[in-house]
């Protein structure tokens, strides 16, 4: 497959080869040079300032190295960063099947045959438009993303008060933000719209033919079609829930960055704390949802 | 009397038959469907129906869904309180330009990976993604350092350096959309312009940049959108100078205090949801009208660019 372009050329004195390899690296040299720009020598900096006691002086920045005490302080001295990341990770891992689930049905019934089917359409993906953090903050404060009638209900917050604060925080979180949590949905709806789009009908009618029922169909023909979907529609709403500016996590960390006692150092080691577990809970679902009947293809 | 045809009929009409779904079906479908829509809305349809209460109407608890009266107090005070004129204007050049740079650059990226094979472009790709998933606050202290000695803090163009440089917000997904966009570019029609001697910037000019109009809106659209909802580089990069939408909504209960201090004004012009809810209105407004309009490019953006395409 290497003369993928068999038309002879006049008059050029690189080989093909390196003729390729100059042209490519001509188109993306723009992105090298802004990545190590904006973001590789950053986030270089970002971790020396994480070992550092950093302080804004009139001249620049002046820097102490401290080691490991910053990430230290955060983990064991620091009374609320951690449990804002327990409850980060459990509400991320709660959020994650509601939005696959929900948008999954959503998508199976768009994919119907019906007369409004794009009306719906329209109005599912309509938050993706609109959510931002402040306009998600005052829509959360007025109380307008929770089930209506449920949160506010005297029994749930008698349950509530019981429970430790690790298990009454995320279900909390559930009855106050679950509008929230499912206008989170909207990309991932298109997603597996099209993937649905892109089943082959005629094994539906083979399955049928054979007297499957459609409840059978959708088990053994689109579930499994959807498997490599729904990883890469998991790890787009892990990192969507984890980017958006309103996470709290994300708040206290720009809290702490021009905070007296905080400071850049500081906030860098938590930064470098965050993004590990960011990856930790992109790890666990790429291991629980790789499709792994994929090998025996 | 029904005769069996009759019967056989009827029950096709509401139970269905292989080409059609049925009456029954239907129905339940379009009631589940307006179920989860109104659901799914509700926020919206309670924000814009408290946005129209006057004070009155707030304290009233038989007034639940619809208003005595249409009150446009709140949006008044609003429009005042978020310096609407000015703040909208900022907003729209703070997402606009940085997304058509952010879609120009992003065009010429993915062209290179789509068509070119060259060493190293498995790695490049890797790191593409990687910046996908990095968190803003591992890059964003010392980026604001530089825009600090640069004397670029509070300025757009500290929005717009990164998109220039392929940086952008969410960068990837657009590198991502232009190269399947340019992968699936047959390669007959490069190789008919190479025939006619045209040069790799040219092909790339002449014959890759008009298949990729679709790719161009989708990635326009969307990264304006990105950028507008976008709250916490703004806030890092900007503060103190431009000040967009979601900015100032952000501040709006100490910006209301400013122009109505508590102790000055009567009880009805104290702060209440309805005006911070007509605030929020007017801060997704644009970009509701943007939606309805341009509606079919959102919703099919995704057969429209193949991002999915394995």
């Given amino acids: 497959m290497k003369a993928d372009s068999p038309t002879p050329k006049k008059g050029f004195h690189l080989t093909l080869r390196a003729r390729e390899n100059l042209y490519g690296y001509a188109f993306v040299m723009i992105w090298i040079v802004g990545f190590v720009i904006f973001t590789l020598v950053p986030l270089i900096q970002t971790f020396q300032f994480s070992l550092n006691n950093v302080t804004v002086t009139a001249t620049g ?7 490991w005490a910053n990430y230290s302080r955060a983990l064991f001295t620091d009374p609320t960063f951690v449990s804002l990341l327990i409850e980060y990770a459990i509400e991320t891992l709660v959020s994650v099947p509601i939005v696959i689930i929900f948008s999954m049905i959503i998508a199976l019934f768009l994919n119907l045959n019906f007369k409004l089917k794009g009306f719906f359409r329209t109005i599912f993906f309509l938050p993706v438009v609109i959510t931002s953090g402040p306009v998600i903050q005052e829509l959360v404060a007025q109380g307008t993303t929770s089930v209506p009638g449920i949160a506010d209900s005297t029994g749930i917050t008698a349950i509530l008060s019981q429970l430790p604060s690790y298990l009454s925080g995320p279900i909390e979180y559930l009855l106050t933000s679950f509008i929230l949590i499912l206008w989170f949905s909207g990309v991932q709806i298109l997603i597996y719209l099209s993937s649905l789009q892109k089943i082959d009908q005629s094994i539906y009618e083979a399955a049928a033919i054979d007297g499957a029922s459609a409840w059978e169909s959708f088990w053994k023909i689109t579930l499994p079609s959807l498997s490599t979907t729904t990883l890469i529609n998991a790890i787009y709403t892990i990192i969507t829930l984890s980017h958006f500016s309103e996470n709290k996590v994300i708040k206290y960390i720009y809290n702490q960055t021009y905070a007296v006692q905080g400071g850049f150092g500081y906030a860098g080691a938590m930064s470098y704390l965050f993004f590990f577990v960011l990856l930790l809970l992109l790890g666990i679902t790429a291991f629980i949802l790789s499709p792994r009947s994929g090998k025996k293809r | 009397m029904l005769s069996k045809i009759d019967i056989n009929k009827i029950k096709r009409f509401l139970f269905g038959s292989r080409s059609s779904y049925g009456a029954l079906f239907t129905i339940v479908l379009y009631l589940l469907l307006i179920a989860l829509g109104f659901v799914y809305l509700y926020p919206l349809l309670f924000m814009f129906v408290t946005s129209l209460k006057s004070p009155t109407d707030l304290l009233n608890p038989m007034v639940q869904w619809i208003p005595t009266e249409i009150y446009m107090g709140n949006y008044v005070k609003a429009w005042r309180v978020l310096n609407y004129p000015t ?5 729209i050049l703070v997402s606009v330009i940085p997304s058509l740079i952010q879609a120009a650059v992003c065009s010429v990226i993915g062209y290179g990976l789509a068509r070119y094979r060259f060493k190293g472009k498995g790695l490049i790709f890797a790191l593409i993604m990687a910046t996908f998933i990095i968190p803003a606050q591992n890059t964003a202290i010392p980026q604001m350092l530089t825009f600090k000695s640069l004397g670029l803090l509070g300025n757009i163009f500290a929005i717009i350096l990164p998109a220039l440089f392929g940086q952008g917000y969410r960068s990837a997904i657009f590198i991502l959309i ?29 014959v890759g940049l008009p298949a990729a109009v679709p790719a161009f809106i989708v990635s326009i659209i969307f990264s304006t959108v990105w950028y507008w909802n976008e709250s916490y580089l703004t806030l890092m990069f900007l503060e103190g100078g431009v000040q967009t939408l979601p900015m100032q909504l952000a501040k709006f209960t100490q910006a209301y205090e400013n122009l109505y201090p508590s102790g000055m004004v009567n009880i009805f012009d104290r702060l209440n949801e309805a005006v911070k809810l007509a605030g929020t209105f007017l801060n997704i407004l644009p970009l509701l009208v943007m939606y309805f309009v341009l509606q079919k490019w959102f919703v099919e953006s995704v057969e429209m660019t193949g991002i999915t395409g394995e």
Wanted: no cysteine.
């Fill in chain 1, 61 to 67: 920045i002046k820097m102490v190295p401290v080691h």
């Fill in chain 2, 87 to 91: 703040t909208i204007v900022s907003s």
């Fill in chain 2, 178 to 206: 232009f190269y399947q966009t340019f992968m699936s570019l047959p390669k007959v029609l490069e190789e008919a312009a190479r025939l006619d001697g045209a040069s790799d910037l040219k092909v790339f000019l002449l």
